[in-house]
């Protein structure tokens, strides 16, 4: 090819690959064998770009697939708050489609309370320097709150700067409403033990320390129930615990109850008969 004809070739096709035919060894052929090396130059850079390019991609692609099948939500943000990446859970959240997550402001996406939530925690893991652990509420398409456990932390580039804020959130709303749920439960169980019509105690480890205690009981060794919890037998009762606390070892060991059992104690001053 002559060398107009490679230079059209290459602006136009972006090839690298043609080269000029030489003619002979004069001051047009050392022009052409330099342009030849040139464009040799070029070629290599370009295919060495081309592969760091093209693994680049597939390491994206990779790492978009491993985002995209986690049950979390994955976003980054740049120091903005601008949106740069999103996985596609991201879907199931009341906002817009996932393309549109891209470039935009986390104030363009939420309501100011939830954007304002949110940035505050970003802010706070950019701050901290480490990640942080936070709950976060957001509206689902499905139009109930969901609470997240988010875990934030600033990203740093090669000069050791901030570039983006990662955070990855877990939806922890059935986990919180099971939480909610015993710990109503216990509530109702820890009044109903308390307000028995019989004196009852539950008592934990080898100092057999009250856990619980019936009011009614309470009454009987004549102090209030937060005095007795825990505290072992032996402080609240020191003198009863000399008789009890062979029999509760005992029972420890043999796994065997001892019904009917009497014993009496003093304290503040009154003296009680009480059975087991």
Same mark, same amino acid.
């Given at each position: 090819m002559e060398l107009a004809e490679v230079?059209?070739?290459?602006?136009? +096709?972006?090839? #690298?690959?043609?080269?000029?035919?030489?003619?002979?060894? =004069? +001051?047009?052929?050392? !022009? #052409?064998?330099?342009?030849?090396?040139m464009l040799g130059q070029i070629q290599?850079?370009?295919? +060495?770009? =081309?592969?760091?390019?093209?693994?680049?991609?597939?390491? +994206?692609?990779?790492? /978009?697939?491993?985002?995209?099948?986690?049950?979390? !939500?994955?976003?980054i943000k740049d120091l903005q708050g601008n949106i740069i990446l999103v996985n596609r859970n991201f879907d199931i959240l009341e906002g817009p489609s996932l393309e549109e997550y891209i470039g935009k402001?986390? #104030?363009?996406l939420f309501p100011v309370d939830v954007a304002d939530a949110l940035w505050k925690n970003d802010l706070a893991a950019l701050e901290a320097g480490h990640p942080i652990e936070v709950e976060e509420v957001i509206a689902h398409k499905d139009g109930l709150m969901h609470t997240y456990l988010t875990v934030k932390f600033p990203l740093y580039g090669g000069d /050791?700067?901030?570039?983006?804020?990662c955070a990855i959130s877990t939806d922890i709303t059935e986990r919180k409403r099971v939480e909610e749920e015993l710990r109503e439960a216990k509530e109702y169980l820890d009044k109903i033990f308390l307000n028995l019509p019989v004196g009852v105690a539950i008592l934990d480890g080898l100092e057999f320390r009250y856990f619980r205690i019936s009011k009614t009981l309470a009454d009987i060794n004549g102090l209030p129930v937060e005095d007795h919890l825990g505290k072992p037998l032996a402080e609240v009762l020191p003198d009863a615990a000399r008789d009890i606390l062979p029999r509760m070892r005992k029972v420890l060991e043999t796994g065997e109850a001892f019904p009917n059992h009497e014993f009496s104690a003093t304290k503040t001053q009154k003296n009680h008969i009480l059975k087991d």
């Open positions: 230079i059209e070739k290459v602006s136009t +096709e972006g090839d #690298y690959s043609h080269r000029v035919h030489r003619h002979g060894d =004069d +001051e047009i052929g050392l !022009l #052409y064998h330099g342009f030849n090396n290599a850079r370009k295919e +060495e770009r =081309d592969k760091v390019e093209n693994a680049l991609r597939k390491s +994206e692609a990779r790492l /978009q697939a491993i985002l995209d099948h986690s049950p979390a !939500l994955i976003s402001n986390v #104030y363009d /050791q700067k901030a570039f983006g804020i």
